[in-house]
């Protein structure tokens, strides 16, 4: 496929990507203009398995892999909470289960990530799938950097992107990221449709995907098939 530019927002974000240099710029036409810079998408190696810790004081969440881990460990609401940006009084977590069940047969595999800058605050989204004692769960976490500390975020502005990167096929992803031919006709007229003075718009890609959905048996094939959400 020819070489592209990748046009991408997240919700009233927005920017033009150059593929060697990934810096963003935002759009006139916007009626919020906030700079979108260091976009960066990256697949983990295979078999990139992330276990609990043994303590709470091993923690730091100072990188998005050792969030993860701690979002695996949590067997408090102590814990929960100090993963998360907004705190709760309670949670339907069962952290009695957490505690007792064993490393070898709980754990996650992290699959790829994509990193930004939104209004001066580092986010990302981290794909994932959960091992619990030989079932396979699909999963996405999305997640901010605050005071060089990793939490977890619900911030509305990366909706479109969680779904994406929870609901989708790694593979399918990669093609699009990379701008290669999927094994997906419906995919590839997508991808083809939404590809503008040589952008490749990927927020329109997104909505494009979420709307057809349930309307085209077809376009299911790129699915996760470990997705939570079925």
Do not use: P
Request: proline share 0%.
């Amino acid at each position: 496929m020819r070489k592209l530019k990748l046009l991408f927002f997240v919700t009233f974000l927005c920017g033009i990507v150059n593929a060697q240099d990934q810096t963003f710029n935002c759009a006139d036409m916007l009626n919020v203009s906030q700079q979108v810079a260091n976009f960066h998408y990256e697949r983990y190696n295979e078999n990139y398995v992330v276990r609990k810790y043994d303590s709470f004081s091993q923690v730091t969440n100072s990188t998005e892999e050792k969030l993860m881990r701690s979002v695996l460990s949590a067997s408090d609401l102590n814990w929960y909470n100090f993963n998360r940006e907004e705190k709760v009084e309670k949670t339907s977590q069962d952290f009695n289960y957490i505690k007792k069940i064993n490393a070898d047969v709980y754990y996650f595999t992290l699959v790829n990530k994509v990193n930004f800058i939104a209004n001066g605050v580092e986010y990302a989204v981290v794909k994932f799938h959960l091992y619990d004692n030989g079932k396979i769960y699909g999963f996405a976490e999305s997640m901010k950097r605050i005071d060089n500390k990793w939490v977890t975020t619900e911030d509305y502005q990366i909706t479109q992107l969680l779904f994406f990167m929870g609901m989708i096929d790694v593979k399918y992803i990669d093609a699009i990221m990379n701008n290669k031919q999927t094994d997906s006709a419906e995919l590839n007229r997508i991808i083809e449709e939404n590809i503008k003075n040589n952008n490749l718009d990927l927020n329109a890609i997104i909505f494009s995907m979420q709307n057809e959905l349930s309307q085209n048996s077809k376009l299911t094939s790129i699915l996760d098939v470990y997705r939570i959400f079925k």
